[in-house]
């Protein structure tokens, strides 16, 4: 078969070929009845999955929800317990070889050598593809200026800081040009100007018709990059669609945060504000009435005889809905 | 980067598991260019150490008590040689394992790539046969140096040295990836490996030890090591008796390899 050359840009010399149809309709991730057993404990429990081509999707729950159990089972590390699960239309525990040399994968936890350079780094790991030494030394300049790194290239790993250290990651999982990139929370523990910057090269890659499955219990994470993603919570689904279906079944246009004194309890307040919004959350430190119309609800409160310390009229988003469906919020 | 939408159309290449075992060898292979020149300066120092002070020091005064056929350099040499494929294969089967799994990762990279459990296992068990054959190399060429081999047929106690190593290699492998913590390392070190080193027939008959202890040692992979490795330098080995040894040390090359898949299995496929 022969490939355009436009095509082959970012391919790499082949000894064995396999060719996937392009008319292939499957989802490029398919389970059912997925489910993930350690001993009594079921850390997946039964969830129905499809993950189409060039979609992004993503799994958003607190810790403990079994997001990374799933991932390591889309990622052909971890055997399912039952179930039946297809990544780019084959079996994992045949083929698992085969699909992991079409992903790639950002691990929760970092797994890079840090006594070996940036560049080294990706050598060595692009070798585990089978890829030439020609291939891999190529596609490494691309990588590190993708996620510009060109100039600590000669670096050791060790003293780069936790942006550059998931931006390093993200470009090793990229060196084989995956069909599909397994993103396991990509930005916990990063500053807000890291966790942007790993965005837009995320975007980028979202952009070129990369797929992207992504595990965060960071809404904001979930609303910038994923076209779909599902509600986990105890291993088990609790609610699937785009981040603005989920805001619009399961929470309000807006939300009023009410903040009373420190001391106060909140719990009487919500007594008083009771009838004029359907929805009320008593948090710890705030009130959150779930409204259509913040300001309108704000005077009614006024007009109650209510006098809180701070008043805040917000768009609901998908940390609204977590609370709804699982009566927790996502981060402690 | 260009613009990419075409991905699944591109040809995929997919390593076999030749080429899979390779690349885990590989890394190994990699990492040793920083480190490689201490470990030739010790393989070569430590039989030059031992073989003085023990083979011609201590050894003078055996040979004046006459209790041995020959010199006691050559009832030494042969038997180090085996013991420190041993420690070597110790030595590169603790730590080095147990930082793939828990501080390094290193494992766990591999697994998101073609790689596979088992091919990661046994890239980094030959790169252990490497490690203990090239040490056991420089340990035969010192013995020669000191005039301790007595027939051609010693070059087979380089292959012997290397199997009585991986018979500890292997299921230190095993032990090494079912520990939490590298405490049990310091244990393994100093109730199993210092003792066999001293009570295996290393540095004196195993007659010699209380009737109760001899079946112990002789049920240890390094007694039937240093046997083997004594008489191919000597050059008196039998058939028979070198099939033993043999058939005895690759039952627990088997065994061990058999083990520590099950733990890497256990390891390495349920936690992250």
């Known amino acids: 078969m022969s490939v355009p050359e436009s095509r082959r840009q970012l391919s790499v010399p082949v000894a064995t070929v396999e060719v996937v149809d392009d008319s292939l309709d499957a989802a490029f991730i398919h389970a059912r009845g997925l489910t993930k057993r350690f001993g009594e404990f079921t850390a997946v429990d039964g969830i129905d999955v499809d993950v189409a081509r060039g979609e992004a999707f993503g799994f958003l729950g607190p810790n403990g929800a079994g997001k990374s159990s799933t991932m390591r089972m889309i990622g052909c590390v971890s055997p399912p317990t039952e179930g039946t699960l297809r990544i780019l239309g084959m079996d994992p525990g045949a083929d698992g070889p085969a699909i992991r040399a079409r992903l790639g994968v950002v691990p929760q936890q970092d797994t890079l050598d840090t006594e070996l350079s940036v560049r080294e780094n990706l050598l060595i790991y692009g070798r585990y593809f089978g890829m030439s030494r020609a291939a891999v030394r190529a596609k490494t300049d691309e990588l590190l200026d993708f996620v510009q790194l060109t100039d600590r290239a000669k670096d050791k790993v060790e003293p780069l800081s936790g942006g550059m250290k998931r931006r390093l990651t993200i470009a090793r999982s990229l060196i084989n040009d995956p069909d599909i990139l397994l993103l396991d929370e990509p930005t916990t523990g990063l500053d807000p100007q890291a966790r942007h910057s790993l965005w837009d090269r995320l975007f980028r890659l979202k952009q070129r018709g990369v797929t992207l499955v992504l595990t965060t219990h960071y809404m904001d994470e979930a609303e910038q990059l994923c076209d779909r993603l599902v509600v986990m919570d105890k291993g088990r689904f609790a609610a699937e669609g785009s981040p603005r279906e989920l805001i619009a079944t399961y929470s309000t246009r807006e939300v009023l945060e009410l903040r009373f004194g420190p001391d106060e309890d909140n719990n009487v307040y919500a007594d008083k504000v009771e009838g004029l919004v359907d929805r009320v959350e008593v948090l710890p430190d705030r009130l959150l009435l779930y409204t259509d119309d913040g300001d309108g609800t704000t005077a009614a409160v006024y007009q109650r005889g209510l006098l809180p310390v701070s008043t805040l009229v917000r768009r609901s988003t998908l940390e609204d809905v977590f609370l709804r469906l699982t009566g927790r919020t996502l981060v402690d | 980067m260009q613009p990419d939408t075409t991905a699944v159309l591109r040809q995929r290449h997919v390593p076999g598991s030749l080429d899979r075992v390779g690349a885990s060898f590989g890394f ?234 099950f733990f890497f299995r256990r390891r390495l496929e349920s936690t992250g």
């Not at chain 2, 073989?51 to 209790?67: E, K």
């Not at chain 2, 147990?98 to 290193?106: C, P």
């Not at chain 2, 056991?136 to 027939?151: H, R």
């Not at chain 2, 290397?162 to 299921?171: E, K, S, V």
């Open chain 2, 28 to 261: 190994w292979a990699f990492q040793y260019r920083r480190t490689w020149r201490g470990t030739v300066v010790s393989s070569v120092l430590t039989p030059v150490l031992f073989l003085a002070a023990m083979g011609i020091g201590l050894g003078t005064l055996v040979d004046d008590g006459g209790r041995l056929d020959g010199a006691y350099l050559l009832f030494l040499a042969p038997g180090l040689l085996a013991a420190t494929a041993m420690q070597t294969a110790g030595f590169e089967s603790m730590y080095p394992v147990m930082g793939a799994i828990k501080w390094v990762r290193t494992y766990h990279a591999m697994l998101a790539t073609p790689l596979g459990v088992s091919d990661i296992l046994l890239g980094h068990l030959l790169w252990v046969v490497f490690r203990v054959t090239s040490s056991a190399a420089i340990y035969l060429a010192v013995i020669a140096l000191f005039g301790a081999v007595a027939s051609p047929m010693a070059l087979l106690a380089l292959p012997a040295a290397t199997l009585c190593g991986m018979a500890y290699a292997a299921p230190i492998f095993a032990f090494s990836s079912g520990y939490e913590k590298p405490s049990g390392f310091a244990a393994l070190e100093r109730f199993v490996i210092v003792p066999m080193f001293l009570f295996s027939g290393t540095f004196f008959p195993v007659s010699q030890l209380p009737d109760v202890l001899q079946p112990v040692a002789y049920a240890t992979p390094l007694w039937h090591g240093v046997e083997l490795c004594r008489a191919l330098v000597a050059g008196t080995q039998t058939l028979a008796d070198a099939l033993l040894h043999i058939g005895y040390l690759s039952l627990w090359i088997v065994a061990g390899v058999t083990a520590a898949m």
